[in-house]
Structures are given as C-alpha cells and as structure tokens.
C-alpha cells in the first residue's frame, strides 16, 4: 500500500508535468485530492488554494467555495505547512485593508479618542502592576507602551535542553504584539513591548513550565475539587493563562506553558502559544468555542471587524481564536479599553456571570 506521500509525489509529478494529458492531469489531480483526504499538508494546501481561486469545485460542506477553500488551508497550516500559515494570514490582512472604516468624527489626528470623541487616558504602573502601561502623543505619534518583567519558572530540569532557546521563543511570542494599528476610527496608534528577564518573582509576568510532579499535584487538587475545566487543561496539555478570579491591571499574571510530549522543542508552537497567552495578560478573553466556559463561539456576520478573518464552522484567523493567528487592529482596540477602562474584553458575553461583549466590537474600528 502506498504512503500519503508516495500519493501525493505521484499526483504532483503527473498534475505538474507540462507534456502531460488532460487525462493524466485529470488523474495527477485526484491522487492529490485523495492525498489531501487523507490530511497531508502540501496536498491540502494545493486543494484550499484551487478551490478559493475558483479552479476546482468541490461539493462544499460549508457555506459557500470561499470557506471551503480557506478550511482546507486552514487545516494545511495547522498540520504545518508554513506556505498555508502565510497565505492565510496575508489573504485576512488584505481583506481587512480592503474594508471601508470611516474615519473618527472628531479626526484622525491628535491624542487618540474613544468612539465618543473623549480623549484616551492609559498610565497604569507600580510594584502591584506586572504590566504597566503609558499612552502617550508625541511629535504627531500615539504610542502605547508596555513594560513588563518575565519571571521563568521551571517545575523541572530536564525537560528544555536549551533553556535560551525556549525563553527567546517566548519572548519573540509576545513582541509580536508590537506595531502601528488603526484604532477607533482609523487613528494610528503605535504599540511597544518592552520586556525584561530579571531574576524576581513580585511585579512580574510568571512563566511557567508546567510539567513533572508539579503538574501531576495540581491535576489531583482539580480532580478532588471536581473542577472539570482545570483537569481538561492539564489532561489536554494545554497551555493557560491565569490572571486572578477577575482581570485587572493589577491582578496577578501567570502563563502557564504545557506541550503534548513535553520536549519544548518546537519553537514556532512555542512563539505562537506565547503569543495568545499574553492576549490574556493583556486583558482579551477567548474567541473560540469552549463549552466548559459557556462560550458558544462568533458566527460569521456577528461583527464586521471579525468577519475579515473568517475562515469556517465560526473559527477566525485571529490569536484569540488560533494562536497561530493574526493580531487585528480590533484586537488593539479591545486592549485599549482594557486598560483605559480596566475591565477585561470579551468577544463573546459571559452569561453566567453577567460578562457583555466588548463595546469595541460592531463598531468597525
């Protein structure tokens, strides 16, 4: 029996071959197909792209060829393909480019303004701060700084073998937040991450490293307190970000890393975990669906600023929803109020606990 590889070599050799027939084609093409059935990454990848460009027709399970198209890329980056990953996330960018935002009726330029025309004010700091945070208008620039210390705390010796390695990862997850955004009504705001590597637990962002019998103990206290969410996390390998009973700036902030075979060598996994996680620290909650928190996920046309990003079965090419996802300037925004207002941003309510969808959402940036 032939290996998905042995398939889809074999399929692409025929598809690719310039003095092949239109019935050697045909056949080239359906080895990939079956290839890309059968979940391997290039074929997949090959799949997504023809059926969004219009050049193959499936029998679409989902909406329209569109969400087709992009759910097989979307599985393509997921399985790896790195191609997948970028195509997917230069096709949202774009559409996001393409989307009409009116600008603020109070203008463009200036100290930078909610949706009311009030000015922004950010300057939160101190020893009971791990994220302080300065909004500052300067020579005709906004700029939100952040400036945080990690602390890296390891549960084991043993399991990174390069320890700079995994905290260079990291922390290259969490400068991905840095760059110049269109907030509230397409003003620019520029955002900065200072980051240091200090040797201190108190005013600190923790970085754990959750495995050996420290893990194990926390996974017993889960079960003896039947907090099934806990349990889930830790049995899935999940990392997780703690930030108190409710987020505030001067909550306490633990990202908690796990990894399914606990080798932490994957450093691309690692950047983008870190990546979402610090969304957390930052003050956004989660996009995707998860039924133990009562969130239900977005549907598509919900709200315009997410609907760029859409891909299918209400999954967004968006960090909160993936961490292999993108940063949105809604994303920014929402982290503007968070700290402005210092309230946690949702993307979809909380019920259970009487949580609103932040305002920040529907509005169109």
């Not at 399970?61 to 992009?70: H, T, W």
């Not at 952040?146 to 922390?171: G, H, Q, V």
């Not at 075979?261 to 950047?271: G, P, R, V």
Request: some cysteine; aromatic content about 12%.
């Amino acid at each position: 029996m032939k290996s998905i590889d042995e398939i889809y070599q074999e399929g692409s050799l025929l598809f690719n071959n310039p003095e092949a027939t239109k019935e050697e084609k045909s056949a080239g093409l359906k080895l990939i197909l079956e290839a890309g059935n059968k979940n391997h990454p290039d074929a997949m990848f090959f799949v997504g792209k023809r059926v969004l460009e219009g050049k193959m027709k499936l029998k679409p399970s989902r909406d329209d060829q569109e969400e087709e198209g992009l759910y097989w890329i979307r599985k393509a980056a997921n399985a790896g393909n790195l191609e997948a990953r970028v195509f997917l996330n230069r096709y949202c960018y774009l559409k996001e480019g393409e989307r009409k935002v009116e600008p603020a009726k109070q203008g463009v330029f200036g100290p930078l303004k909610d949706f009311d025309g009030k000015e922004i004010h950010i300057d939160r700091k101190g020893l009971l701060t791990p994220v302080d945070a300065k909004l500052s208008y300067e020579n005709g620039i906004n700029k939100l700084s952040f400036s945080a210390n990690l602390y890296f705390y390891y549960t084991t010796d043993d399991r990174i073998k390069d320890k700079k390695a995994y905290e260079n990862a990291i922390i290259s997850g969490i400068k991905c937040w840095e760059g110049m955004y269109s907030v509230f009504g397409n003003q620019k705001l520029f955002v900065e991450i200072n980051l240091t590597t200090e040797d201190y637990p108190w005013d600190s962002v923790w970085i754990i490293q959750f495995d050996g019998e420290y893990r194990n103990n926390v996974q017993k206290l889960a079960q003896i307190t039947r907090n099934k969410r806990a349990d889930g996390i830790i049995e899935d390998r999940r990392a997780y970000a703690s930030t108190g009973l409710k987020w505030s700036t001067k909550s306490f902030k633990f990202i908690f890393m796990q990894n399914t075979d606990d080798n932490y060598d994957d450093l691309y996994e690692i950047k983008c975990i870190a990546k979402h996680e610090f969304g957390h620290v930052l003050g956004l909650g989660d996009l995707y669906r998860e039924d133990e928190d009562k969130l239900f996920g977005v549907k598509k046309e919900t709200f315009q600023e997410l609907d760029d990003f859409y891909i299918a079965d209400d999954e967004y090419n968006l960090v909160m929803c993936d961490h292999h996802g993108v940063i949105s300037n809604n994303d920014i925004e929402m982290i503007v109020l968070a700290f402005s207002e210092n309230k946690m941003q949702l993307y979809q309510p909380m019920k259970m606990i009487g949580k609103k969808t932040s305002k920040a959402l529907g509005r169109g940036n």
